[in-house]
């Protein structure tokens, strides 16, 4: 692929088995014209907003692409709805998420896309996985590093490393 903007998307999971969601999706992405460089861990997080729900499995993934950021998003949105996610619920349970968090250095506002993701500093969820690829990576808007933006989230909320259960060997 020639070299496009460098990106990093935020792809997240709470129903049926969350981390082949998350796998799933990442597979679809070269499809949808983008380039995945490196991928963090995956991480178990509890709901923020709407709290009654199943955990997610989350993560983060560093591409590239040749796309605008509205192309970007409605790639994006094709993924979740290939892959049978529908938002009932606002901040809700979702087989799969996906959100842009950063597009180069771009700062993009318009009604239908934010970018810098403009919750993504109040988001443990969210920093903890872009800390682990990027941490000296500088915030376009407000000059912060990724690490520096971890450490003073007021999100407080669990985030762990995740390891799929082992499975059961005889011995």
Same mark, same amino acid.
């Given at each position: 692929?020639? =070299?496009?903007?460098?990106?990093? $998307?935020?792809?997240g ?8 969601n ?30 009654a ?12 692409? $040749?796309?605008?950021?509205r ?5 994006l ?12 619920i ?21 009604? =239908?896309?934010?970018?810098? +993701?403009p919750?993504m ?17 500088? +915030? ?7 690490? =520096? ?23």
């Open positions: 692929m020639p =070299e496009g903007k460098l990106i990093y $998307l935020s792809l999971s709470n129903l049926g088995d969350r981390a082949a998350l796998e799933r999706a990442i597979a679809a992405l070269p499809e949808a014209g983008v380039h995945v460089l490196r991928r963090s861990s995956l991480y178990e997080t509890e709901p923020l907003d709407f709290r729900q199943p955990w997610f499995l989350n993560c983060v993934v560093e591409g590239q692409t $040749l796309l605008l950021p192309q970007l998003l409605h790639a949105q094709g993924i979740e709805r290939r892959l049978g996610s529908r938002k009932l606002p901040r809700g349970p979702r087989i799969i998420d996906l959100d842009i968090l950063l597009y180069g250095t771009s700062i993009v506002r318009t009604p =239908e896309i934010e970018v810098p +993701h919750r500093t109040g988001r443990r969820f969210v920093l903890a996985p872009l800390a682990e690829l990027a941490p000296g990576l500088h +915030h376009p808007a407000l000059g912060a590093t990724i690490a =520096e933006l971890l450490a003073a989230t007021p999100d407080k909320s669990s985030v762990r490393p995740w390891q799929p259960p082992a499975s059961d060997v005889p011995s």
